[in-house]
Structure formats: structure tokens, C-alpha cells
């Protein structure tokens, strides 16, 4: 079975900037796509973002777009989320999922059918 777990949430001022990391076990990244998604209080999940097996294929929600940067490192197997700029409503428990085939990079988290326990993200003053 499929282990990924997230790590480098915490308490950060407005304006401030996080890096999550996905590390990804029993696996390798090349064969599988990578999403991560957050889910605040009372709301659905949301696509953040993805990148391909390949990692020549990356997506960014609307919401993200010039704050965000996903990328990876395959000798440590692991998808790092770059969070800059962030704000209240970043708020979030922020997971990581996998899916097949690697070119699926998708925001809907239908597509994706292993998942970590989550990191909490809160952007506060």
C-alpha cells in the first residue's frame, strides 16, 4: 500500500510563507501523479495543486496562482508544496494524494485514491 505524509504545517503570519512536503514511500514518483488539496472548517475539499510522473506537467488552482509553486525531488521521493504571500482564507488541512496514470494531473480529488493524514496550515496574526 501506497504511504505518503505531509509534514511543514504550522502558525504563520499573513504575508508569510510555509513549504509542506509530501513524502512518498512504497513508491516512486515517476509512476504516479501528485496532488494537494485542503479542506478548512465546514467546507469541501479543494484542488490546490498537481504535477505529473513525469513532473513535466503541473497545475495550480486559480486561488493559488502566483503565491504557490509545487515541485519535487526524486532521490528523496517527495512533492514539496511552496506556500508564499499567504493569507487567512489559506487556512486549511493540507493533504497530499497520489493517482494513476502518472500523466493524470487533476484538480478533483476523485482521481486520486491514496491519501496522507494531512498538515495544518494556519495563517493568522
Known amino acids: 500500500q501506497l504511504q505518503l505524509v505531509e509534514s511543514g504545517g504550522g502558525l504563520v503570519q499573513p504575508g508569510g510563507s510555509l513549504r509542506l512536503s509530501c513524502a512518498a514511500s512504497?513508491?516512486?514518483?515517476?509512476?504516479?501523479?501528485i496532488g494537494w488539496f485542503r479542506q478548512a472548517p465546514g467546507k469541501e475539499r479543494e484542488g490546490v495543486s498537481c504535477i505529473s510522473g513525469s513532473g513535466g506537467r503541473t497545475n495550480l488552482a486559480d486561488s493559488v496562482k502566483g503565491r504557490f509553486t509545487i515541485s519535487r525531488d526524486l532521490a528523496k521521493n517527495t512533492v514539496y508544496l511552496q506556500m508564499n504571500s499567504l493569507k487567512p482564507e489559506d487556512t486549511a488541512i493540507y493533504y497530499c494524494?497520489?493517482?494513476?496514470?502518472?500523466?493524470?494531473?487533476?484538480?478533483?480529488?476523485?482521481?486520486?485514491?491514496?491519501w496522507g493524514q494531512g498538515t495544518q496550515v494556519t495563517v493568522s496574526s
Open positions: 494524494a497520489a493517482a494513476r496514470p502518472p500523466s493524470m494531473c487533476a484538480l478533483s480529488a476523485g482521481v486520486y485514491t491514496d
Open positions: 512504497r513508491f516512486t514518483l515517476n509512476y504516479y501523479a
